[in-house]
């Protein structure tokens, strides 16, 4: 079967399955995936505590760090280029060292994405969330995004973790199955909402979507304007079994949110 009748199939099949809908939160409660969460100390190991602000300095990822030795957040989360700080800094704690690439846009050559994502692990990244071609799959190339892909599964370690942001903010319905099919195709560990650079965010709807989509064994991860802990348990209950956050703190702590990222 050819690329372009197999996406064709798999569509049809996903949104037959969805009722050509999104499922509203009353119907659809996935029990397999969703958790309630017993305390806030829990929710940490949920979350990717996150700086990509480009103006960003190494007394903010010092403060980064910290935060996440402090409350036990699973990951800290930066641009591929401050990899190496933050893993000298975490040494010992336990806490991962997550790379986004191909950041915040995805529109680079692939062979550009996988050189950044193997640097990236070879200077100590234990995670890497890269960015879709997102212009490939609004243009219905489904190949080229599906290849785009490959390129940092191909250059993935064994204990390497491989999260796919897909941007929901910027796709359709149909888009958001058809980009989580393609990740299922590949075997990639997560797929993901948002950069967080390009308006919209995490939204209940979304990770419902996607893990409708996914099933109950790929991670999803809900990234893009998470700011208090209501709304990062309701992502959770969801489906969500990750979150990225660059109000980490205010959502453990309730604290007033000045900024993302």
């Not at 080229?144 to 250059?155: A, P, W």
């Not at 390497?160 to 958001?176: C, F, G, M, Q, Y």
């Amino acid at each position: 079967m050819d690329q372009e009748k197999l996406i064709n199939k798999i569509t049809e099949e996903v949104m037959s399955r969805l009722g050509n809908k999104v499922k509203t939160q009353n119907e659809y409660s996935p029990k397999t995936t969703s958790k309630t969460l017993s305390s806030r100390a829990e929710l940490a190991g949920y979350i990717d505590h996150t700086l990509l602000k480009p103006d960003a300095t190494k007394v903010q990822f010092d403060q980064l760090c910290d935060e996440a030795m402090q409350y036990k957040f699973f990951s800290v989360c930066v641009n591929s280029s401050w990899v190496p700080y933050v893993t000298k800094k975490l040494r010992g704690s336990g806490i991962k060292t997550c790379a986004v690439i191909g950041f915040p846009l995805g529109a680079m050559d692939s062979r550009s994405k996988a050189f950044e994502a193997r640097n990236a692990i070879d200077a100590g990244a234990d995670e890497l969330d890269m960015v879709i071609n997102v212009g490939a799959l609004k243009s219905k190339d489904y190949k080229l995004v599906e290849e785009d892909i490959r390129s940092i599964k191909r250059v993935c370690r064994k204990n390497t973790i491989l999260k796919v942001i897909i941007e929901t903010s910027l796709l359709t319905d149909d888009e958001k199955v058809i980009v989580c099919e393609i990740c299922k195709k590949v075997d990639v560990d997560f797929v993901k909402t948002s950069t967080g650079f390009n308006g919209g965010g995490a939204t209940v709807a979304d990770i419902m979507l996607m893990r409708r989509t996914v099933g109950p064994d790929m991670g999803v991860k809900a990234s893009g304007g998470i700011k208090d802990y209501g709304q990062a348990l309701a992502l959770i209950e969801a489906g969500a079994t990750r979150l990225g956050c660059g109000s980490s703190i205010a959502v453990m702590t309730g604290a007033e949110v000045k900024g993302n990222y």
